[in-house]
């Protein structure tokens, strides 16, 4: 049963001075509302209100979603569950076949993706974390998804195409998030699994990077590592700390992607073949304990943000807005923000961010995934034990 609540939408957007950093255009940020005058909340062009439904409820912190072409949901739960949401809310059984998962920490059962064919082959994606020697690590394993309208059949063909190495000890920054290309490749996002920070940077090390597949595991030949001594080939770009938001451009086909900072330092970023984004040499945010991390904002030869946050947000999520429900949203990308506990429009011209919305801060939801419909209203799973299936539509 569908419950709608009319929530008032309070926009955050502000302009902030950007900050010059050498021969790169420089990342945005904006002041924090109710830090300085130009702070002050911006009405927009769309203030008033959105109405928000809870589609469905009772998913153990659900993470990743997939539409069907059918339009129903594939939600992912941590503890490693894989059920199907119909329009009306229902929720499947747990799909059987999903692969065993190390439900520790932030592990568990992560990202879902449809292949392209999938109308045609039923292939799905899903990365997990995965236990095996020295510890554990992020894996990605395709399936064909059973044809039955509450997934009888579950998955089968179940094969694993892509393994983290080395796999370390330890519950935290698997990443994990799964964007398929224009042509079929699969970008992998992964974390730098916390106490192996200094991995992002080494480039024979899977921590701290992304990672582009193919469909059957393989390694694209034009990868920018391939052939290179002691670099592993799968890596398409390096110094990433714990990826939680991918997305493809719908209008250039480029990655984008967010990526959660220490204390301060969240960015999003639009990672090219072989460029190294610093982490943990430059950042703009510190350690928990408050002590500087690496060398500063900016090195030669490691790439700035498109935007960061600071204080953190805790982006997890992403999706370009490319619907017709949302009009002056088209363009714009959508994140969800767990500490942050809002989703947030970031405003882009050009391929840089002008303006920064929030909403839903009344709600006090922790946000994990957030996507478009195919009906075009955007759809958001909350992460708690208790986790809901929201959709965001116009109000009237």
């Known amino acids: 049963m569908i419950a709608a609540l009319f929530l008032a939408v309070l926009l955050g957007a502000t302009t902030g001075a950007a900050q010059a950093q050498q021969a790169q255009p420089a990342p945005t940020t904006f002041p924090r509302a109710g830090t300085a005058p130009d702070a002050a909340p911006d009405a927009g062009p769309d203030a008033g209100q959105v109405r928000v439904e809870t589609v469905a409820r009772g998913l153990e912190h659900p993470w990743g979603m997939a539409f069907l072409p059918d339009g129903r949901l594939l939600v992912t739960e941590r503890p490693g569950r894989l059920r199907i949401v119909a329009a009306d809310g229902t929720l499947s059984p747990p799909l059987s076949g999903v692969p065993a998962v190390a439900d520790q920490g932030q592990g568990g059962l992560l990202d879902v993706a449809l292949d392209p064919g999938f109308a045609q082959n039923r292939t799905i994606y899903l990365s997990y974390a995965e236990a095996g020697e020295g510890g554990a690590g992020t894996a990605v394993a395709r399936a064909r998804l059973g044809a039955g309208g509450q997934g009888e059949g579950g998955l ?24 398929v290309a224009r042509d079929g490749m699969l970008f992998i996002t992964q974390g730098d699994r916390f106490a192996y920070r200094h991995q992002a940077q080494e480039l024979g090390s899977l921590l701290g990077k992304i990672a582009r597949v193919a469909p059957d595991g393989g390694i694209p030949p034009d990868n920018p590592f ?27 086909g480029r990655l984008w992607v967010a990526d959660h ?16 984004y610093g982490w943990p040499v430059i950042t703009y945010g510190e350690d928990y304990s408050g002590a500087p991390i690496g060398q500063g904002t900016a090195k030669p030869g490691m790439e700035q943000p498109v935007h960061y946050w600071d204080p953190s947000i805790a982006p997890s999520g992403l999706a370009f807005y490319a619907g017709d429900a949302f009009p002056a949203w088209r363009g714009d990308l959508l994140v969800g923000a767990l500490r942050g506990r809002h989703l947030a429009r970031l405003e882009m011209r050009d391929g840089r961010v002008v303006a920064e919305h929030r909403y ?37």
Request: charged fraction near 25%; charge should be positive.
């Open 156 to 179: 089968s063909d179940v094969r694993v195409i892509y393994r983290q190495a080395p796999k370390v000890r330890g519950n935290l920054h698997f990443g994990s998030r799964i964007a």
């Open 226 to 252: 391939v052939g290179r001594q002691g670099a592993h080939p799968a890596i398409w770009s390096y110094g990433h700390r714990n990826i939680q938001g991918a997305a493809i451009d719908p209008a250039t």
């Open 261 to 276: 900072g220490a204390r301060g330092g969240d960015e999003i970023n639009q990672p090219q073949a072989g460029r190294n």
């Open 360 to 396: 839903l801060e009344d709600l006090g939801e922790r946000i994990r995934d957030v996507r478009v419909g195919p009906d075009g209203f955007v759809y958001l799973l909350t992460d708690s034990d208790e986790g809901r299936l929201l959709r965001l539509r116009p109000a009237g």
